[in-house]
């Protein structure tokens, strides 16, 4: 009897035992992979009905949250930065802006990408959407959006834009005389990264370079470097562009050029969707070219935000999937559909439907053919600092455009030794 019923607790034990396991595999088969990406506000705005796409797609695997984050892009490396300086990140993605990628695969901050990623997947980009997403031969970023600086101009005003920064002067000066325009062109000329995207234009378009990526050599102080100074300088002081716009940003620059001030506006393509709105003065009378250059020499900075997966996350597989979901074509279409911005997809320049619905697509996509990366250095942001320190001395007339880079030239030899970058 006794040895019957300890039988029976042995065999209700292992009945138990075994329901739990059945149990737990269960809950262990439902269990969600909670993914948090970390977005600057304006992205994670314009990504949330995707992600609840997402989220209704992958129901009971996948649960994709993003963090919105601040709306300036500085303020939001800042706080990248300093959750990852914390240890293990609060988040499994981060979107980063196109210079952040050097300093943060330096510091060991992501995971490697190509092992999810592809040639084919890489040649199914457009190809400047291709640009600023490696670093030291590891693939470490997935473009969301292109961005790149373009030339907008008014259509009601001239027939065709100007290709060279002698013709945009005289064609702003000629407007100004007629007084059909308080100015001739706008940009952004405050301290800070905009004016040193602005720089790279046009030292580039005098036929220079900033950094050659193979020795690290400054051109700053060469003559296309000391041109495209002593140009940004001169539309001030000939009247072409405001005394105000040293204290431009992008918004300042747009509002200018809203109201229907200027003539010509140096942006990024989210200024396209602005310009359309019921408020617009200028509103079908605007067309966008590429920045105005030295023939054979346009080029437009390129100003990208790509998703990239952080070390330490326990879901790099959901996590890539959530980037590949987010970066395919239907979702490129409705961001652009929606929110304005530049696809990252070449079958998205190729859709025929699209370009006929939205003809300024066409015109994005060949901007995004002759866009150029600023130089891709973890010290970026100390040799931008330095370059826009010496662009506003010269912008204000404190010093000369000959000076000014000389001085920027070297105090960027100087970071780049004291971080062996350079001998």
């Known amino acids: 009897m006794k040895q019957s019923t300890f039988i029976r607790r042995i065999f209700a034990s292992l009945f138990a035992v075994l329901i739990c396991s059945a149990v737990f595999g269960l809950v262990r088969a439902r269990t969600i992979e909670s993914v948090t990406f970390l977005m600057a506000a304006p992205f994670a705005d314009a990504t949330r009905d995707l992600v609840k796409q997402f989220n209704q797609e992958h129901r009971g695997e996948i649960n994709l949250q993003v963090v919105r984050g601040p709306l300036e892009t500085e303020a939001m490396s800042d706080l990248a930065i300093s959750s990852l300086l914390l240890g293990k990140a609060p988040f499994d993605g981060l979107l980063m802006d196109v210079t952040w990628l050097p300093k943060y695969a330096a510091a060991g901050w992501m995971e490697p990408l190509e092992d999810f990623f592809n040639e084919k997947d890489v040649h199914a980009l457009a190809i400047g959407a291709r640009e600023g ?21 008014r259509t009601d005003l001239m027939e065709q834009p100007p290709e060279t ?68 300088q001169e539309l001030i002081d000939q009247g072409v562009s405001p005394n105000a716009v040293t204290n431009y940003a992008e918004p300042e620059a747009l509002q200018s050029f809203k109201v229907g001030d200027a003539a010509f506006m140096r942006n990024w393509p989210y200024a396209w969707t602005e310009l359309q709105k019921s408020d617009s003065a ?64 070449q079958s998205v320049f190729d859709d025929p439907q699209l370009l006929q619905d939205k003809p300024i697509l066409a015109e994005f996509g060949q901007a995004l053919k002759v866009v150029k990366a600023r130089p891709e250095t973890p010290l970026y942001a100390q040799i931008s600092d330095v370059l826009t320190r010496q662009l506003s001395s010269i912008l204000t007339r404190e010093t000369t455009p000959k000076d000014g880079m000389n001085v920027a030239t070297s105090h960027t030899n100087q970071i780049l030794i004291s971080a062996g970058e350079k001998l």
Request: charge should be negative.
């Open 133 to 153: 997403n490696s670093y030291d031969g590891h693939l470490y970023r997935w473009p969301l959006t292109a961005d790149m600086g373009l030339l907008y101009y």
């Open 165 to 232: 920064p002698e013709e945009l002067v005289l064609v702003s000066q000629s407007l100004q005389t007629d007084r059909k325009v308080d100015w001739g062109y706008v940009w952004q000329g405050r301290q800070y990264e905009g004016l040193s995207c602005v720089y790279l234009e046009m030292i580039d378009g005098f036929g220079g370079d900033w950094l050659q990526p193979n020795n690290n050599h400054i051109g700053l102080d060469l003559d296309p470097g000391v041109q495209a100074a002593a140009w940004l």
């Open 282 to 345: 200028v509103k079908g009378n605007v067309g966008i070219t590429t920045m105005v250059a030295r023939p054979g020499h346009s080029t437009a900075t390129l100003g990208s935000w790509g998703l990239t997966v952080l070390k330490g996350s326990a879901h790099v597989n959901a996590s890539i999937e959530a980037i590949r979901f987010l970066t395919n074509e239907s979702s490129q279409k409705q961001l652009f559909l929606k929110h304005g911005y530049t696809p990252t997809q």
